[in-house]
Each structure stands twice: as C-alpha cells, then as structure tokens.
C-alpha cells in the first residue's frame, strides 16, 4: 500500500516538473515577473498620489474591511494642462512624420538592395546592420558635432561659400527629425527587404506580358504585395519613436515637446511618481492600436 | 482575357511598347538613380560614425573644429578614472546580461515553437514582445517602481548592478529569443525525429542535435544582447543606484552639457573593437557554413562509394 503512493507522489512529481512544463514555466515566470508585473505596478501607483515621499496605498483597512481610495488626480491634471495634452499630440506627430520620412527613403532603398545582384546583397545587409553595433548614443552625439553652429556642416558650407552666417541646425525640430530618422531607418529598412527580396518576379513579368507599364505594375503589383513590410516597418519606426527620450535630450531644443521627456522629468526632477505612471499609462494607450496592428501582422506573416 | 492572345507582346518586343506609355526611361538611367540613391542612403548612414572617428585625432578644445592631428584625446582618455570604471561596469554588465538573456531567450524560443498549443501561449509570446517595441522609458519606470515595491516589503534589492542587470536581461531576453526562434523555424524538424526514433530521450535529442545546430544562433544572439546592454543608457539610469554609472550613463551625461572631445576618443575605440568582433564573427559563421557544407559533400560522396 505504502509503494503504491509513494510511487503514485513520484510520478506526479516527474509530471509536474516534466519536459513541457518546465520549458514552458520558466519564461513563463521570468516575464511575468520583469514585464507583466511592473506594468500592473505602473497602472496602481498611477492611481494613487504622493505622501511625502512615499506613495499612497490604494487599499485601506477602515474596522477589519478593505477599501480602495482611486485618486484620479494625476489623470485629470494631464487632461486639463494644455501641456500635456499638447505634448502628446507634438509626439505622435513627431513620430509620424519620422516614419512617413523614412518610409520615403526606405522603400526605394530595399526596392533597389533586392534587385541588386545576388552575391552583392548580404555585404549591402551587412552594411545597414554595421551602424547598430556601433552605440547608438555615440552617433546622436556625432549629429551634434555635425548641425552646432560652429559644426562641420556650417563650417563646410561657409567656406564653399555658400553662406555667410552659421545657420541654426541645433535644437530645432530639424535637428530632431535628422536624428530621429537617422536613428530608426534600419528599423524600416530591414522589414521592407525582408519582405521585397521574397517577391516572386514572375507576377511583375506577367505583367508586363500583359501590357502593364513597369511603373503601373509596380503600384498594382510590388506595393500592395509588400504591404506586410510596410506595416511591420512602420511600426517598428512609429512605436518606440513616440516615447524617445535620448534624442530629443541631445538633439531637440526647448521647444520640441516630446512626452520622454515629460515623463523623465515627472520621475527625475519633480519625484512624481504617480504623475509619471500616469503620463506612462496614457502612452500605452496611445500605443496599444499600433502594438495590436503590428503584432496581427507578424502572426498573420508567420501563419 | 481583355488583351487577345495574338497581339500579346512578346519577351523581346517588351520594352518597344511600352516606352511610348511610360516617360522614356532608359534602363541605364534606372540604374544610375538606384545606385545613387543608396549611394546617399549609405553615406547618411555613415557620416557621423566617420566624422566621431576624424574628430577624434584633431588637437582643437572645439570638438567641431579642426586644428591640427594630436593624440591628445587618447592621452586623456587614459587618466579618466571615472570612465574608465564606468567602461568596466559595462563589460560586465553586458556580458552577465548576455548570458542570462541567451539563456532564457532559448527557453523562450523553445516554450514558443515547440509546443504549439498551450494555455496563456499568445500572452507569453506578447509579453517576450511589449520589450521589443515598448519605449524604454516605460520599460525602465516600470521595472524600477516594481524593484522598489519589491524593496519595500524585503528589503531587497539595492539599486546598483543587479537591478540595472534585471533590466538589460529583460530586454535582451526579448531580442534572443526572436534570433533563436527564427533559427529554430528553419532547422529541419526530421533531425529531431530520427533521433527520437533511434531512442534520444527529449534532453538527449536537445543536447546532441538541436543544441549543436543551434550554437551559431546562440553566438549571435550573446553578440547582439551584449551590444544591447553595452549601448542602453535610459534603463541603466532609471535602475541605477549612488556609485553605479554605466559607460552610456557617463556619456550622456557629459553629452548634454555639450560637445566633449574625450567621447569622440571612446566612441573611436569602441568603434574599431567592435568593428573587428563583427568582421571576426562573420568570419567565424561563413567559415562554419562552408565546413558544414563541405562535410554535407562528403557524407554524400561517402554514401554513394
């Protein structure tokens, strides 16, 4: 009796901690913890306010029973202060026109890497990938020493004669947008070859058997079928990009609102943790349609 | 079928007809408007990484000045105590966090493409991705305030190296796992399966044949989390504590006070380190495909003896 239920706890044991269940469990665990939690913890301080320096517990314990105190004070601060709002919008916009703009420079750049000759391309791949390995700080910082007013920019245009006074490249919307679609175009690149080199040719041929002009076939034929790369890469560019906060630091000027830095120096400056959970939550929600469009797609391209 | 069949255009007539459609445009211009543009693509990409480098030698106190060539920047670079440390707590940093992402990032890749079906398996594979995409600054808030709950009720961490290392595994976790995933999409699943027919128990069949096959994935994996971490400056300075300044942190620091000749030195050295590891790893991958081709041959010409 006894070595029939020791065997029985043996073997549930082996099946609890089998194979499957531990592959699965242990990125399990280690994302839960590291990625989902900290976001529930963002959500619940968002929700509470400052005492002194700690922050407000949401639950209270009023004669043995729990209550939950909401302070809505930090959501409604950002919904009145015109510099939130307005920060907001000045982001999304920021990051949109980063991605339209590299958009524009990638697509015909990834067009033309997957037509070139075969045995070319993985050195022009490797050649796009190079500058990732390279900090991506230390090239932002190279713009500043490209755009200052006594910088090498102005200083080559002057003495080509071009111009007679420096023209004021830094911390202007400019210098922002330089940076930001320097910083993410590899971003838009890769998705967009990813998906152009696989393109089957014979439909463009059979096009063009049939009367279609290269330039017609290439809207009727190569843009719908790379729409898979576009919205990857647009994405890839647009998310990350509206919360950027390095770039705007070094590049941007007091004027460049982006919500980053509104959020760093909530946390950083001002040690308001639940206006800075707060400032986090509602850019999630600003992601969140973006993040769930992307993540179709990759599970529809996998599928 | 609009057009009939006789007044199709055949292969060698095709560009006769449509050229009166389209603007005439010689092949040899596309050519040349292709090639220049990526030509510009390219010289974009790689100007300021250049002028960092130029930069680097000149002997002017003006970073964006050219006086004449000196090394003095180097000799600088020497005596600077602070980045020095700050360059060692990186190495370290990176390469901890490097080996805890290739880790669980294989775990992640084998939970997500070896078991199709389980519960909770789009929130895993979501949440191996919201790093990926998710700005750094939410990232990095959102890690500190959950270590600080954490301290709060044990007392444990203290912010310095194990909570910026929390984050930068996190992270790189996210990026090795989408490296090993597509590796292990492309290997072919019949290796598993014949060994499992001769016998392998599950770890077996993982140790000898998945693991071997996968090692070049790993490699690029551990390469690519350790530049990750080597390169982030908004986790490191959210989960950092007094006395832990990571080579990013000290940087930046110095970079938004204003142009600094000494980052430009840093900058050209990491620059050629990592320049070298990725030509040698390069190397090292084309050298293993060309043997493991070549021992493909040979098995093949062996069979057929």
């Excluded at chain 2, 699943?189 to 014949?194: F, H, P, V, Y």
């Excluded at chain 2, 996968?214 to 300075?237: K, Y």
Aim: aromatic share 12%; net charge positive.
């Amino acid at each position: 009796m006894k070595n029939i239920s020791s065997s029985r706890i043996s073997s549930a044991l082996r099946k609890l901690i089998d194979g499957r269940h531990f592959v699965i469990g242990v990125p399990y665990f280690w994302f839960l913890i590291l990625a989902l939690v900290p976001l529930l913890i963002v959500l619940k301080i968002s929700l509470s306010e400052m005492e002194s320096t700690e922050v407000s517990s949401l639950i209270e314990w009023a004669n043995g029973w729990p209550s939950v105190k909401l302070n809505f004070a930090s959501y409604m601060f950002i919904a009145t202060d015109a510099l939130y709002y307005q920060t907001y919008f000045s982001s999304l916009r920021y990051a949109l026109m980063t991605t339209v703009i590299c958009l524009i420079i990638a697509y015909p750049f990834a067009y033309f890497m997957a037509r070139s000759p075969k045995h070319i391309q993985p050195t022009l791949l490797m050649l796009i990938m190079l500058p990732f390995w390279t900090s991506f700080l230390l090239r932002i910082y190279a713009w500043k020493t490209l755009l200052v007013n006594n910088g090498v920019i102005n200083n080559i245009l002057m003495s080509l004669g071009l111009i007679q006074d420096p023209i004021a490249m830094m911390n202007t919307p400019f210098s922002l947008m330089v940076g930001m679609v320097y910083s993410y175009l590899p971003f838009m690149i890769l998705p967009l070859y990813a998906n152009l080199s696989k393109l089957d040719m014979r439909y463009l041929e059979a096009a063009a058997d049939l009367g279609t002009s290269p330039f017609k076939a290439f809207w009727l034929i190569t843009v719908p079928l790379s729409k898979a790369g576009i919205i990857a890469g647009s994405m890839l560019v647009f998310i990350p990009a509206v919360g950027e906060y390095v770039i705007p630091e070094l590049l941007g000027g007091s004027d460049t609102l982006m919500i980053g830095r509104v959020l760093w120096d909530e946390f950083f400056s001002n040690n308001d943790w639940p206006m800075a959970s707060a400032v986090a939550v509602v850019m999630i929600l600003l992601i969140m349609l973006p993040m769930a469009i992307y993540n179709k797609y990759q599970a529809e391209s996998k599928a | 079928m609009k057009t009939p069949l006789k007044s199709r255009p055949q292969l060698s007539e095709k560009h006769a007809i449509k050229s009166p459609v389209t603007l005439a445009v010689s092949p040899k211009m596309i050519k040349w408007f292709s090639q220049s543009w990526m030509l510009v693509v390219y010289v974009f990409l790689y100007m300021p990484i250049v002028t960092l480098v130029i930069f680097s030698f000149n002997d002017s106190q003006l970073a964006a000045v050219w006086s004449h060539a000196s090394l003095r920047w180097y000799a600088a670079l020497m005596k600077d105590n602070d980045l020095i440390s700050a360059v060692l707590l990186s190495l370290k940093i990176a390469f901890l966090s490097a080996l805890i992402s290739v880790f669980f990032g294989t775990f992640t890749a084998f939970a997500l493409n070896r078991y199709k079906r389980f519960q909770g398996r789009t929130l895993l594979s979501s949440m191996a991705s919201t790093p990926l995409v998710m700005p750094d600054v939410i990232v990095g808030l959102s890690l500190l305030l959950m270590l600080v709950s954490l301290q709060h009720w044990l007392g444990y961490p203290e912010r310095g190296l194990f909570t910026i290392l929390l984050g930068h595994a996190l992270l790189g976790t996210a990026y090795a796992t989408v490296v090993v995933t597509s590796r292990l999409r492309e290997m072919d699943s019949k290796l598993d399966e014949a060994a499992m027919d001769l016998g392998c128990q599950p770890f077996q069949v993982f140790r000898l044949v998945t693991l071997p096959l996968l090692v070049p994935a790993l490699v690029s994996a551990f390469l690519l989390t350790f530049t990750l971490s080597f390169d982030d400056v908004v986790l490191s300075s959210f989960l950092s504590g007094p006395g832990y300044s990571t080579m990013p942190m000290v940087i930046f620091s110095r970079a938004r006070l204003g142009l600094n000749p000494t980052i430009n030195a840093v900058a050209t050295v990491t620059i050629t380190v990592v320049t070298i590891a990725v030509l040698a790893s390069s190397f090292y991958t084309s050298r293993q495909e060309r043997n493991r081709k070549r021992e493909m041959a040979q098995a093949y010409s062996d069979m057929n003896k």
